[in-house]
């Protein structure tokens, strides 16, 4: 086992699609609903074992989806969001684990989200779809996993938003995993980071193409709002340091004339060609539910105490931050390390000295990977 | 001059105005235009001396005016920006010192700038108006204490953008001015405050009433877009722990459900109420035209280096920055400080240590005033 085969590419993968929650057998969700049919959008690379208990479920970020690793077609010019984690020889080891990834509930990667046509009306959702929690996304992900036929994950992994779910799944079910990796993330954001959530809502909501959510059918839809949101986003998810490194105070497009209002800073030009991009990738509700589920996860408010929270918790835990990432502070991480250790929980906690800000779990391989190897190998 | 007399109030002021820069004498600009007739709005407080050599030049910053203190009716909710400062007995004390505050160029509080009628055309100028510098802004505060009669200043003080017209003119004019207070203020923004900048341009670019800046005579205002720039400011002004302080993780207006995609948390309801106040006093075109100011200002661009730059300044400097304060941070004003010691200038540096972030020289009196009051009456 502590031998290091040479790593290799999952090579070509497909999306799975699974639909559960059909009626009388809907969801039940935190806000009093029930909610179904739910069709959930996933990946698997390697086999379940005989035991059933080599799986893996990796829990992708805000904006990313069920495609962790591989490429759908030969000619794809990105492999998943966490390919170099995910392969035989890697990190998560597909010649030993069964990796599974989904794109979460509310998402708009073939997940059921409010971009998905209602059965009962042939409309999309739009703002009639039910707000959700991270709670209800991890119902979704428990019952995949089972539907795969898991019997315990060897680990739940992922960053941001998805580290928040790695959170909550070892907390609502604690005999389902033996270790968890919650990394950049908080058992709540700050007033700060829920702000720049309602900046970036505001955008898309003041868009006169937003139409109360019900643009889908509409010849405009509110690009301009969601890619501010996105701009906004990507300031947060930089460091102030790496901003400085990437685009320092160079100028481009000068019309001519540096003292022309239009002119543009490189980093202004990056900021709108990100904002661009994005709104060809991803729905402006989804955005809207998703960054409200990471505003009202609260671990305090919910189990009155981080302390009951975590108590409840049975995997072994490796906590991970970034000393440049002020979106998730490394001293939200410090107060959690800091509890696991006051109820003797097998915990390691690595504050990463990176430069890269939020966004560091998806940049800084080098560092990162030796770090998940050993804790991971440690079982 | 040790002895400290009751402090009192400057009571009920008024704002004045004067024009310059008349055809043919127009005011020669950074971008090579010559622009005038400049309408300059301005109040003072206190007496010129026989030595007209007592004057304080006071300047504000984003969004202020030349209403510094005191009030312009007995029914007046709020003084002036600066009136814990202003005033008989006060720091900047009335009784000794000729006080003077005037509204920027490019503002829209008085002096001409993009909302302002173009004497040539009968309309208002909008985005016809030249894109000026902070070197430009303070051609026009230089010109106004000279039209007032003053032969030299006893100090030039004001924080942020009004920080760096404080540096601008000390270098710009060395012989006017004896003392300077540049504060929470930096020689050049961070990419990450010029993308903030950007963000709150673009969603006022891309507010549907913009019209390219010709909204003036249209029913509807580019309000939505300048509210969010608003939002945005008001983040980056405060610090996360005045943020925690302030607002936790209220919630307010429930629509009856916690879990309901409208409902709001307390810091999300004070940054809209603030965005929409905002915009009742502001001008959108003018919010461009100085952000764009701020972002262009670079004393190493203008001047090859910091060193070439400072070395002109022959006023006393107190530098002040606020260990909470990331948009202009407590780094940039180390910088400066060593540069001013390698010049061998008289500087002294405070770094003071406050919860209220960029905002704290208008909010952290108790520890500001006593600092200033000596670095003043040192001369």
């Known amino acids: 086992m502590g031998l290091h085969l040479p790593e290799a590419n999952v090579g070509l993968v497909r999306t799975h699609y699974w639909t559960f929650a059909q009626t009388p057998d809907e969801l039940p969700l935190d806000?009093?609903?029930?909610?179904?049919?739910?069709?959930?959008?996933?990946?698997?690379y390697g086999t379940l074992n005989a035991a059933r208990d080599n799986a893996i479920l990796l829990i992708h970020a805000l904006t990313g989806d069920a495609h962790a690793a591989g490429r759908h077609l030969p000619t794809d010019r990105k492999p998943g969001w966490w390919d170099p984690a995910v392969g035989p020889g890697?990190?998560?080891?597909t010649d030993r684990y069964f990796v599974i990834c989904s794109n979460c509930l509310g998402g708009c990667m073939g997940t059921t989200g409010p971009s998905s046509t209602n059965p009962a009306t042939g409309q999309s959702y739009g703002l009639a779809f039910p707000v959700f929690t991270v709670h209800d996304m991890v119902k979704v992900q428990a019952a995949l996993v089972r539907h795969l036929g898991v019997r315990e994950l060897a680990c739940v992994a992922g960053g941001s938003l998805g580290g928040m779910q790695v959170l909550e799944f070892a907390i609502r079910f604690p005999f389902l995993v033996r270790a968890i990796m919650p990394i950049a993330t908080t058992w709540r954001l700050t007033p700060q980071a829920i702000a720049f959530n309602e900046i970036g809502r505001t955008a898309i909501v003041n868009d006169p193409n937003f139409h109360d959510g019900n643009y889908y059918d509409q010849p405009g839809w509110p690009d301009d709002g969601l890619a501010l949101a996105r701009m906004?986003?990507?300031?947060?998810?930089?460091?102030?340091?790496?901003?400085?490194?990437?685009?320092?105070?160079?100028?481009?497009d000068h019309y001519g004339a540096r003292l022309h209002l239009k002119s543009k800073f490189q980093v202004e030009n990056y900021l709108q060609y990100q904002g661009d991009k994005f709104v060809r990738r991803f729905d402006a509700n989804s955005y809207l539910y998703l960054t409200r589920a990471m505003d009202l996860y609260d671990l305090e408010e919910d189990w009155g105490t981080l302390q009951n929270a975590f108590a409840r918790i049975r995997a072994r835990i490796m906590l991970m931050?970034?000393?440049?990432?002020?979106?998730?502070?490394?001293a939200h991480a410090e107060r959690m390390h800091g509890v696991f250790q006051e109820l003797y929980k097998d915990v390691v906690y690595h504050n990463v000295v990176s430069p890269s800000g939020h966004d560091s779990f998806l940049v800084e391989y080098d560092t990162i990977l030796p770090l998940m190897r050993s804790f991971l190998n440690a079982e």
């Open 232 to 252: 906004i986003g990507h300031i947060t998810y930089l460091s102030e340091e790496k901003m400085l490194q990437k685009f320092g105070r160079q100028m481009v």
């Open 90 to 93: 890697k990190i998560f080891d």
């Open 31 to 44: 806000c009093g609903r029930t909610f179904g049919p739910i069709t959930v959008a996933y990946e698997t």
């Open 321 to 330: 931050s970034f000393t440049s990432d002020w979106l998730f502070p490394p």
